[in-house]
């Protein structure tokens, strides 16, 4: 295919491949370096976190960023909301009348349903930023309710979508090497699902908080205001709402 993205990305077109995340890796092994992107028509074996599976209806996007940290590693897990922070910009350009929202700890939500589904993994030094787009069609929900974006009316093509996040994706990777993540959480926190809301929170199976929504620390860890008034900080887990956003 001759489309092209935007500096510093280069674009790796498939028509079909196990899993995004995976071709990335393998193309990191094989010496591709920062700004590859792996973008495919199919998944056959697509995933989400946990090890989730991701269904990857032909006509949706499907791709995947290797990007070059450029921060001390542990901060590396910001590169989540980096993205996010891009992917909402980018859609909300591409349907400007629909309510895009970001949602902890790596999704986006169209009007209260997920629309985007992001999975980072390491393929050192390199971190491997996935991300899945609902365009032409919204799976049968998982965990949540689903939306895509050809129910909003948008005509929007996987690589109209693909290069509307390319273009954000530049900007915001550059703020937050430049300025750390104090921009990006300010970003991210203005477009936040939820926010000062009641949520539930799934560690696991077998264990959930509820509580309120009370921000992000300066990390990008979830602050879940506890029925006491304790505020404790979330690394990890699944995060419902009480009543949509």
């Known amino acids: 295919m001759m489309?092209?993205?935007?500096?510093?990305?280069?674009?790796?077109?498939?028509?079909?491949?196990?899993?995004?995340?995976?071709?990335?890796?393998?193309q990191a092994s094989a010496g591709a370096g920062h700004g590859t992107v792996i973008w495919a028509g199919r998944q056959t074996a697509?995933?989400?976190?946990?090890?989730?599976?991701?269904?990857?209806?032909?006509?949706?996007?499907?791709?995947?960023?290797?990007?070059?940290?450029?921060?001390?590693?542990a901060e590396a897990p910001q590169l989540a909301f980096v993205a996010a922070v891009a992917v909402r910009a980018a859609l909300a350009e591409l349907a400007p009348g629909a309510l895009f929202q970001v949602k902890w700890p790596n999704d986006v939500l169209c009007h209260g349903k997920k629309i985007v589904g992001m999975l980072l993994e390491q393929a050192?030094?390199?971190?491997?930023?996935?991300?899945?787009?609902?365009?032409a069609e919204a799976p049968e929900p998982g965990l949540y309710p689903t939306a895509c974006l050809r129910q909003l009316g948008c005509g929007a093509r996987p690589f109209d979508v693909l290069a509307g996040i390319a273009s954000q994706l530049a900007e915001w990777y550059d703020c937050w090497r430049r300025d750390g993540f104090a921009p990006i959480r300010q970003a991210w926190l203005a477009d936040a699902a939820g926010l000062s809301a009641p949520i539930t929170v799934r560690l696991s199976d077998d264990v959930t908080l509820e509580g309120r929504f009370a921000g992000l620390d300066a990390t990008g860890a979830l602050l879940l205001e506890l029925p006491s008034g304790e505020q404790r900080k979330i690394l990890a887990g699944d995060v419902f709402f009480s009543s949509r956003p």
């Not at 092209?4 to 674009?11: D, M, R, V």
């Not at 290797?66 to 921060?71: A, H, Q, V, W």
């Open 124 to 135: 050192a030094p390199l971190i491997v930023v996935g991300i899945g787009v609902n365009i």
């Open 3 to 26: 489309n092209t993205l935007p500096p510093p990305f280069h674009l790796i077109a498939l028509d079909n491949t196990d899993s995004t995340n995976d071709e990335a890796k393998r």
């Open 46 to 73: 697509g995933r989400g976190r946990r090890g989730r599976n991701w269904v990857s209806v032909e006509g949706n996007l499907h791709c995947s960023f290797l990007l070059d940290p450029g921060r001390p590693l």
